[in-house]
């Protein structure tokens, strides 16, 4: 018979000793946090944020067997005309787009609610939905049976039951009880700076593991991840993504699911912890979990480092414009963020009909943009040129353009 009292989600936090590998990780993940775009301007450094949203949601639609292409998500955000055949995947991934675009903005302005709430959670699944196309607001069950996806709904009684593979979430009727346990007990974490980074991991498992809502949990949870690791302090100004490093894994793809699969575990004897789960499996899940974070927040440090995304993006432009000027042009903007078109002729010590003449060539190539032909320009980065300027970015799907 399947426990139905809310302990059953325990152990959720290792209260009495923190292990010290997990400790350990989270210092890593601190320092590698900290240094991340560090050198960059914050103006450069929301540019390639914008670009990182759109890989963290290609790579979270990956997971769910949906390989949506980085060209038709920024044309489904841009609001452009979309294939018939690509339309639904593209609005599904927009809708990813715009739910953490409104998760960065309400940390930047501290109105974030606590990711682990069944308010924030509730919030992110109806944000999602009512983005949604229709093509993806239903559940079709085995039996037949298709049913509406309600934005926002957790499970309650009377709603059908579910079945995740092998595992059996709580009834339906249970549901509000065991969030409301989630919510209480991952509160707690904030207490100390590595329970909130160590609670990353834990919470996202015991959350598929309650499996609230009828669809869209694998979503919610890497959204929640998303939002905890900037209350934690580990965001990187947003240069940084969860779901790259779970749909890759360390050395294989298939690792999230079979982690995932392990955490579910029950506890194995009296030297297994005291809950109904086994913290030995926990341990190892959250250690993973940290690896892959440690993993892609060193990748992406490499990646976005000043100095190599520079020199990156002027071997690009000597080899597409002929005017031996435009790369010193970008290295400029890209370093300062914004440039005030009349200070291109200072930058490059050349008359004024000359500067003009590099920024329209680096303009209409998309390696600067402005929102008027007056404006200050600031640094772009072409999605035709993205795999030169970031290697392996996408590096799971065709890049076509």
Known sequence: MTLETPARIEPCLFEDRIPSDLADLTVEIQQAADGLGRNLHPDSAAELADMVRIMNCYYSNLIEGHNTRPRDIERALAGAE???????????????????????????????????????LSWVHRAFYENMPEEFRHVDHPD?????????????????????????????????????????????AERSASNRIIAIASAHHRLNYIHPFADGNGRVSRLMSHAMALRAGIGGQGLWSISRGLARG?????????????????????RDGRGNLSEAALHAFCRWFLQVMLDQITFSARLFDLDGLEERYRRLVRDVLPDKRAP??????????????????LVLKVSERSARNTLSGLTKAGFLKSRSPKTPVRIAFPLEYRERLFPNLFADGELNV
């Open 82 to 120: 979309l294939e018939a055949e690509t339309r639904p995947l593209a609005l599904e991934a927009r809708a990813h787009v715009i739910v953490q675009q409104q998760i960065d903005r309400a940390f930047r302005e501290g109105t974030l609610k606590a990711p682990t709430s069944r308010e924030f």
């Open 250 to 270: 360390l050395q294989d793809p298939g690792e999230y699911k079979r982690m995932m699969d392990l955490a579910d575990t029950p506890r194995q004897g009296d």
């Open 328 to 345: 010193e042009l970008v290295s400029a903007v890209l370093r300062h963020g914004s440039l005030e078109r009349g200070d291109a002729a």
């Open 144 to 188: 037949g049976r298709r049913e509406e996806i309600i934005p926002g709904h957790m499970r309650e009684a009377g709603d059908p039951e579910v079945a995740v593979g092998r595992h059996q979430p709580p009834s339906s009727h249970r549901v509000a009880d065991f969030m409301a346990y989630f919510e209480k007990r991952f509160a707690m």
